[in-house]
Each structure stands twice: as C-alpha cells, then as structure tokens.
Nanobody
C-alpha cells in the first residue's frame, strides 16, 4: 500500500504563491510517475501536472503552464507543486496521486493511489 499526504494548502490573494507537498509512506513511489489533480466545487477533477520518476519529463495542463512547477525528491519520497501567480480559478482541492505504471500521465484513471487533498483558496 501507498499512503499519500498532501500539505501546504491555504488561503492566498490572487497573484500570490503557494507550495504544495505530497509525502509518501508505505511502498514508495520512487519509480512511478506522480501527478497533481484538482477539483473545484461542482466540477470534475482535472489534471494539473505530473512528473516521471527520473524527473526527465514533466507534464502540465495548459491553464497552469508557466505558473506552476512540479518537482520531486525521491530520497524524501516527496513531490512538490510550486504555484505562482495564483488566479481565482486555481481555487480547488488539490490531490496528489501515484501512477499505476502504465497509460497516460494525464488521465486520473491511470493513477492507483490518491491522497486526501489539500484546499487552496484564492481571493481577490
């Protein structure tokens, strides 16, 4: 089993920054792609970003390109999401997830383990 715990969420004004962390325990995710997704009230859960285990590839939703950066420290079993220039529409619950090992990094159905989420609130 893999346990994922997100942290770093909070309230910020538009234009501000937050850094989310996703810490893993149990069977680690060192050799798997890890992704971030988000879900706003009344909306489906959307892909935000993903990073391969070797850090050789990163993937971003168009809406966050140039503003968000995903990174990972496999020695610490932790993945980060640096979010800069936050916009009102970035407000959501953010989830990290470990990929199953096959399939696209963009689709939540390809992820086997999920954290409980951390709330990000953006105010004007």
């Amino acid at each position: 089993q893999v346990q994922l715990v997100e942290s770093g969420g909070g309230s910020v004004q538009a234009g501000g920054s937050l850094r989310l962390s996703c810490a893993a325990s149990g069977r680690t995710f060192s050799y798997y792609t890890v992704g971030w997704f988000r879900q706003a009230p009344g909306k489906v859960r959307d892909f935000v970003a993903a990073i391969t285990w070797s850090r050789s590839s990163t993937y971003y939703a168009d809406s966050v390109k140039g503003r968000f950066t995903i990174s990972r420290d496999n020695a610490k079993n932790t993945v980060y999401l640096q979010m800069n220039n936050l916009k009102l529409e970035d407000a959501a619950v953010y989830y990290c997830a470990r990929h199953s090992g096959s399939g696209s990094a963009y689709f939540e159905s390809q992820y086997a383990y999920w954290g409980q989420g951390t709330q990000v609130t953006v105010s004007s």
